[in-house]
């Protein structure tokens, strides 16, 4: 089983950035794909980037540019570097982890970290 927990939200104003970071626990982190979601009040929870156990990427487009994810398996932790942000970046985020292969689908993780709220200001 893996734990995920994430870190690093807060309040910016638009154009400002933030790094979110997510600590998993386990001893096979590096098996799993890990992705970032996103939700907002009242709206579904939206893929905003994976990275494979290889550390093949896929960003939605509506961050592509702005966002960049990595890992580290060594220290089992993975982070969203997020630049620019706009005020419709708001939302809950959350880390997940996948056994399989990445996908951008919320039904293929199986782990998931309780979330850390990003508001951006205008």
């Known amino acids: 089983q893996v734990q995920l927990g994430e870190s690093g939200g807060g309040l910016v104003q638009a154009g400002g950035s933030l790094r979110l970071s997510c600590s998993a626990s386990?001893?096979?982190?590096?098996?799993?794909?890990m992705g970032w979601f996103r939700q907002a009040p009242g709206k579904e929870r939206d893929f905003v980037v994976g990275i494979s156990r290889g550390g093949r990427t896929n960003y939605a487009d509506s961050v592509k540019g702005r966002f960049t994810i990595a890992r580290d398996n060594a220290m089992k932790t993975v982070t969203l570097q997020m630049n620019s942000l706009k005020p419709e970046d708001t939302a809950v985020y959350y880390c997940?982890?996948?056994?399989?292969?990445?996908?951008?689908?919320?039904?293929?993780?199986?782990?998931w970290g309780q979330g850390t709220q990003v508001t951006v200001s205008s």
């Open positions: 997940a982890a996948d056994r399989g292969t990445l996908t951008s689908s919320p039904s293929a993780y199986d782990y």
């Open positions: 386990g001893r096979t982190f590096d098996i799993y794909s």
